[in-house]
Each structure stands twice: as structure tokens, then as C-alpha cells.
């Protein structure tokens, strides 16, 4: 399978990159490609903006890029309980191209934090929304504590129950 991998952040130093760069390393026998949505910086989404010069092209070509893929693995960071405001503006011009963001496709939808929490407010609200932009999600995992259970250095989770349910919820594409 094509997979389509992505961090929900814009932050160069992001800890939801590092989680989908550990994920993308356990599915050897797919083809991953991880995309930074820093490629897919867009002006603030506006109803004046759209009218006055259309959707930008970076709306186009994400949509492109998950069109192409036979699935997708997405890390959300979360701030305020919620998206990004990145991955929102994002997102939301690119449901201006076609409401249905995720194509139908299967989803993996993990998050982490610096928290106890893990991001977990934001995983809720994307899996809970995912029907509306046509995502099929196949799992879900959030990874609490994340300096305490990642390894920056050698990329990897080092708690092994944690990596266990990842493994888990990644054989579900
Ligand atoms: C404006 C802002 C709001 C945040 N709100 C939350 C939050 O609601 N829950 C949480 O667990 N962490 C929150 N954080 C901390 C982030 O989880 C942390 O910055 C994390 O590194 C973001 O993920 P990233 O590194 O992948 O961008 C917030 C950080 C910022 C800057």
C-alpha cells in the first residue's frame, strides 16, 4: 500500500513528526511518504479571499497527495484542546476543494504531548469529525508523556506497551 503519513504541525522541532517518522518505520512492507504540511503554508482561510482569488494551489495538491495514497497515518498536536491552527487552515481550504478531505481512505490517527494527556482532546475531535470528511478510521492511539516515553536520540517509543498498541494500531491499514 501507498501510505500518506503527516505530523498535524506545523513546528520544525515537532514531537508528532518524530512519533509519524517512528510509525512510518514499522510498515517496511508498505511505501510511506511522509509529507511536512510546512509545504502547504497558505494565507489565513477567508470567504473574501476564496471569492477574490479562488483556493490556493497547495489546497489542490494535499488533496492530490491523498488521493494518491491507499491510506493515511496522521499525529495531531494539540494546542487549546484543539488542531493547529496550521493543520486547520489547512484543512479547511482543502474542504473548500472537496468536502471530502479524506477520501475515503483508511485512517490511523495517533497524537502526543509533553502532557499526562497526550493530546487526547484533539484525537477526539478528529476521529469523531472524520465521517463528515469522508475518513474511515481504522484506530486510534495517543501517547501520553512523551519525553518520557520516546527516545529523541535514537527515534524510537521506549515504552514497550505503548509500542506494542502502536504496532497494533498501525496492522489495522
Ligand atoms: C498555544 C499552545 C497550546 C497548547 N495546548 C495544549 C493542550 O491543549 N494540550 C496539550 O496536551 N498540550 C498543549 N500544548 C503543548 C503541546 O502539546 C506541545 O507544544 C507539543 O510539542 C505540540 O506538538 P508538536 O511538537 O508536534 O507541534 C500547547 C502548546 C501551545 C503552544
Wanted: charged residues 20%; negative net charge.
Amino acid at each position: 500500500m501507498k501510505i500518506l503519513a503527516f505530523a498535524a504541525s506545523n513546528s520544525r522541532k515537532s514531537i508528532n513528526q518524530s512519533l509519524v517518522n517512528y510509525a512510518s518505520s514499522l510498515l517496511p512492507e508498505h511505501s510511506v511518504e511522509v509529507l511536512n504540511i510546512n509545504d502547504y503554508e497558505m494565507p489565513i482561510y477567508s470567504s473574501d479571499l476564496e471569492e477574490a482569488h479562488g483556493i490556493p494551489s497547495a489546497a489542490n495538491r494535499f488533496i492530490a497527495k491523498i488521493a494518491e495514497a491507499d491510506a493515511l497515518l496522521i499525529s495531531f498536536a494539540e494546542h487549546n484542546g484543539n488542531y493547529t491552527v496550521a493543520y486547520k487552515n489547512l484543512f479547511d481550504w482543502a474542504s473548500r476543494e472537496r468536502m471530502d478531505v479524506y477520501q475515503s481512505k483508511p485512517v490511523v490517527m495517533l497524537s502526543t504531548s509533553p502532557g499526562p494527556g497526550g493530546a487526547c482532546s484533539v484525537l477526539k475531535l478528529a476521529n469523531e469529525s472524520a465521517h463528515f470528511f469522508k475518513g474511515n478510521v481504522t484506530a486510534t492511539l495517543s501517547i501520553p508523556s512523551f519525553y518520557d516515553n520516546f527516545d529523541l536520540e535514537k527515534g524510537e517509543l521506549t515504552n514497550g506497551e505503548l509500542a506494542g498498541k502502536l504496532r497494533q494500531a498501525l496492522a489495522t491499514l
